[in-house]
């Protein structure tokens, strides 16, 4: 019988191990990975990287009451945009209660966390944060564990439990995580902030979509927000409105802010 | 070498090696139709996209992540049992040792498989290693698992090698060519010589204790699944202690089970007695009270407070839509088998088979109320969200279970399910000169040399 000894079949099986486990260890590293392949080289020549959150302006927004009731238009145009399933509502708008009984209208997008909470949950880093500070899906390395979404405190991700619909399936397009369109089965999706569009001038779909323009692009680097129809300096526009964060105490720092309103300025009364 | 006790045990552990009847082959047959028919719904799920099941968007995972944490729940019992009663020299363990280490290992290659089923995307699998990012308790569950099955299969394995002697000498130059070959290789030429003897204590002490922190780790890991996250019922601190006593007390239950069903079906009455009942049947009571402590601690806690999330959690789990889970956990689960222990009229074998199949059922309503309600709840103003497994949910999880029993009948049909030596040693402690453990009882453990220093080491 050839000698084996217990030294010699430990350090095979030794070896073997650290050999099966090496590509995990050297490519992750432990910490959050700054890892998006799609955005290098995409950068504004020159400009310092814009820092992409929301304003989102209640005091606008009256949940389409007045314009389409019943129908959100910045999910709509989201739903369009990126040609999802129906109930795919990346964004969507919420009616919240008032303490004195009345309601306001709370748009929810997806909050690009700072300290996102998806974002450190996901085991194979297929939901990374982008150079502008977007949270990004690549579909073609999630493996649909759907633990982003049970770890996210607002619902704001989706599942393709089904194909996108067939109009999206037809596109020629390859889905990018910046561009996820069409959705693929079997992965998770979620607001994209519009990235593609948000850096090169455009608003996004949501913004774009909203009847009342309540929605601002917001970036943070220049302090600058804009809906489309005018450019506010972000930090006043903040201040005196005395935004607020959704649910800052479960400290995911959100970048997405609301001023506080319940449509009023389209007439809107909280108690109706 | 043998006397007619050890005789009539090797005649008894071996015999449903050397025959098999009708019954049997008509089991597995119903088993395989089981599993082939959860193949096939699970050949729909891969088509037509998790779509066919119930989960959705607010309820996004369901049945196989209940039934994950299930089979690894009971996967505690087996290993972390045998090793702890190896450990301290419970002499009554060694009948039962064998079957609750295959336990381990079954429950093992059945749970593992349930978060494969819930993937939408399988086939990138290997992104896990590739890709894998030690920030997610998911990879922890990838390591801590797969480590766990490795050390299992070992800690199975060992203690089996002089049986697979046993098998070896017995199938020597017979028929079955395949078993003669199959029993030669994995004896690797065990001879019972006191070097070898000395060898396998060495290696199964090691093993004994290096299973213990792992198999704690497992469940701890699979408890942060949900402790990692900000959910009512999930965010709490005690989750991994939670886990890990609720996983040995389903998986003590599961041993009684497991038990009962081969003492009828093998006639092991003489070896699997009333004591191993109610020596395992304390214990359960006991991992009972520990559990009821734990969730009395956990529900109290946040039930004190009132915070928004966990009062509307809650409500649904005490007199909402899934009260009638949650309670017929705590009553099924806790209370009626914690009585039908603790009262010396129903603690026979039959009742304590009864009580740990209720464990075993209500376990798993347990965990349940844990995965869905949890992600039922509203985070913003919404309703409710639904959830109620659909029939391809449900066959892959029946199949899964018939797979389950059909390693068990397979291993059973290969190897002795009793451990023969360990039970021979106890009926002949001097046997082959082997020197007793001075001043032990006389049908005391043989102390392993890992545990008593200058023991067998050194000369007499």
């Excluded at chain 2, 490795?150 to 395949?178: E, N, Q």
């Amino acid at each position: 019988m050839a000698r084996i000894t217990r030294r010699r079949l430990l350090g095979v099986i030794g070896g073997a191990a650290v050999l099966a486990a090496s590509p995990a260890w050297v490519r992750s590293g432990v910490l959050p990975i700054k890892r998006s392949s799609a955005s290098e080289g995409d950068e504004a020549g020159g400009e310092t990287t814009a820092q992409w959150g929301m304003i989102i302006d209640l005091r606008k927004c009256d949940g389409c009451e007045s314009y389409t009731p019943g129908e959100a238009q910045c999910t709509t145009a989201c739903q369009r945009e990126h040609m999802l399933n129906e109930d795919q509502t990346w964004i969507r708008v919420f009616e919240m209660e008032e303490p004195g009984g009345g309601t306001y209208f709370m748009p929810r997008p997806c909050f690009q966390c700072e300290n996102a909470p998806c974002l450190n949950v996901c085991p194979v880093g297929a939901t990374f944060r982008n150079k502008e500070g977007v949270i990004l899906v690549d579909q073609d390395r999630c493996i649909g564990c759907r633990f982003c979404m049970a770890a996210c405190p607002y619902g704001a991700r989706y599942f393709n439990w089904d194909e996108p619909p067939e109009a999206a399936q037809k596109l020629l397009s390859r889905p990018t995580p910046e561009y996820p369109v069409p959705q693929r089965k079997g992965t998770v999706g979620k607001c994209e902030a519009c990235i593609h569009d948000l850096r090169y001038g455009k608003l996004p779909a949501c913004s774009q979509g909203c009847p009342m323009n309540a929605i601002y692009s917001w970036d943070m680097a220049k302090d600058l927000a804009t809906n489309g129809i005018e450019i506010v300096k972000a930090s006043e526009f903040i201040d005196e409105g005395h935004g607020y964060r959704f649910k800052e105490e479960l400290g995911t720092r959100p970048r997405v802010v609301y001023i506080p309103g319940h449509g009023e300025e389209f007439g809107r009364k909280a108690e109706s | 070498m043998t006397t007619a006790p050890s005789a009539r045990l090797r005649e008894d552990t071996m015999r449903p090696l050397m025959q098999t009847g009708r019954l049997y082959y008509a089991f597995v047959g119903f088993l395989l139709i089981v599993i082939a028919w959860g193949m096939f719904a699970y050949t729909r799920q891969l088509s037509d996209g998790l779509a066919v099941t119930g989960m959705r968007d607010k309820v996004s995972w369901g049945l196989y992540i209940t039934n994950f944490v299930f089979f690894i729940g009971i996967s505690h019992a087996g290993t972390l049992i045998s090793a702890i009663l190896r450990l301290t020299h419970a002499e009554w363990r060694r009948p039962i040792t064998r079957m609750a280490e295959v336990i381990t290992v079954v429950a093992l290659m059945t749970g593992a498989l349930f978060p494969i089923f819930d993937l939408g995307r399988p086939d990138r699998i290997p992104n896990l290693i590739e890709h894998g990012r030690l920030s997610s308790p998911i990879i922890w569950d990838f390591i801590s698992i797969s480590t766990y099955l490795t050390g299992s299969i070992i800690y199975l394995y060992l203690p089996m090698i002089p049986d697979l002697a046993m098998c070896r000498d017995r199938f020597r130059g017979s028929a079955h060519r395949f078993r003669a070959t199959l029993y030669r290789i994995l004896a690797i030429g065990w001879k019972n010589t006191a070097e070898q003897r000395r060898r396998l204590d060495i290696a199964l002490a090691v093993m004994m204790i290096l299973i213990i922190p792992i198999a704690i780790s497992v469940h701890t890991v699979v408890s942060w699944i949900f402790a990692m996250t900000m959910r009512s019922g999930w965010n709490s601190t005690i989750f991994g202690p939670y886990f890990v006593v609720g996983a040995i007390f389903s998986g003590v239950a599961a041993i009684i089970t497991v038990m009962w069903i081969f003492r009828k079906a093998f006639h092991l009455e003489e070896y699997i007695t009333a004591i191993h009942f109610r020596y395992l049947g304390f214990l359960l009571l006991a991992l009972d009270l520990i559990y009821a402590y734990f969730t009395l601690a956990e529900y109290l806690t946040t039930g004190y407070k009132l915070e928004g999330g966990d009062k509307a959690l809650l409500e649904e789990l005490m007199t909402g839509r899934y009260a009638s889970f949650f309670w017929a956990f705590v009553v099924g689960g806790m209370v009626i088998p914690a009585l039908l222990i603790a009262f010396p009229k129903t603690r026979t074998p039959n009742w304590i088979f009864f009580a740990s199949v209720l464990v075993n059922i209500g376990m798993w309503l347990k965990r349940f109320v844990i995965v869905v309600p949890s992600m039922a709840l509203p985070l913003l103003p919404y309703e409710w969200g639904t959830y109620w497994p659909t029939w391809v949910e449900i066959s892959i999880s029946v199949a899964a279970l018939a797979w389950f029993a059909l390693i068990f009948t397979l291993f059973a049909k290969f190897f002795p399910i009793i451990s023969v030596w360990e039970v021979e040693e106890a009926l002949e402690p001097a046997a082959e000169g082997v020197p007793v453990a001075s001043g032990g009882p006389s049908l005391g453990p043989r102390p392993l040399p890992a545990m008593e220093p200058g023991g067998q080491d050194e000369p007499r």
